[in-house]
């Protein structure tokens, strides 16, 4: 039986590049669940006039293409102007480890999910986005999934954590049922706060928490 795994792909597993979180990073995202197998948050510092990533850092939970993938995708963005680095394609990244089984596949899509995220998370808070749709209940929703539930590693909306969503004159409102006294209140809402006060029109976000 052929082994699944390119040579490239080992060197990447066994010693990623970049690993590792930018303190006050100016972009940052997560993609991915550890519950279903395989997650990665990627950070980019960004040089603000020439729109460069200077510097690039991930880190990562899954197996051994998750990491590869992680790894290939900071090399490859790194020293790109933004725009350049978010057409990077998960079969580009695949190509430079030699190939991913196609089973595997998906860890390169998830890596270049986590870099363009990153990238928008960046332009959302320097005012950099050029397609400025008005903010909806649905849009907060599906940003909301991509906010873990620290007590399963499902995120918030498939383990029904969240009761309410409220988008009116600016400000966001979300119930999360958990106790404001809980162990991962504060997180939760450092996370959603990150996630959703970040967007064009939004002036303020209201986490409620059941007492």
Request: with cysteine; aromatic share 6%; net charge negative.
């Amino acid at each position: 039986m052929k082994f699944p795994y390119s040579e490239k792909v080992l060197e990447h597993f066994k010693n990623p590049k970049n690993v590792g979180k930018i303190d006050n990073a100016d972009g940052k995202a997560t993609e991915g669940s550890p519950a279903c197998g395989d997650m990665v948050s990627v950070y980019i510092s960004v040089d603000p006039k020439e729109l460069t990533i200077t510097d690039i850092k991930f880190e990562s939970y899954g197996c051994a293409s998750n990491i590869a993938t992680g790894s290939i995708i900071t090399e490859l963005a790194k020293g790109m102007k933004l725009e350049d680095a978010k057409k990077i394609s998960w079969q580009q990244a695949s190509d430079a480890l030699g190939g991913l089984p196609p089973v595997k596949a998906h860890c390169a899509v998830l890596a270049i999910e986590g870099l363009r995220s990153a990238i928008e998370n960046y332009e959302e808070k320097h005012g950099l986005v050029k397609e400025k749709k008005p903010t909806t209940m649905e849009i907060v929703r599906s940003r909301l999934k991509k906010v873990m539930n620290p007590l399963s590693g499902l995120d918030l909306i498939r383990t029904e954590l969240v009761k309410g969503i409220d988008v009116s004159g600016g400000i966001v409102t979300v119930k999360v049922d958990l106790p404001s006294g809980h162990q991962f209140a504060s997180n939760i809402k450092e996370e959603i706060d990150d996630k959703i006060g970040t967007l064009w029109d939004v002036k303020e976000v209201h986490v409620e928490f059941t007492d």
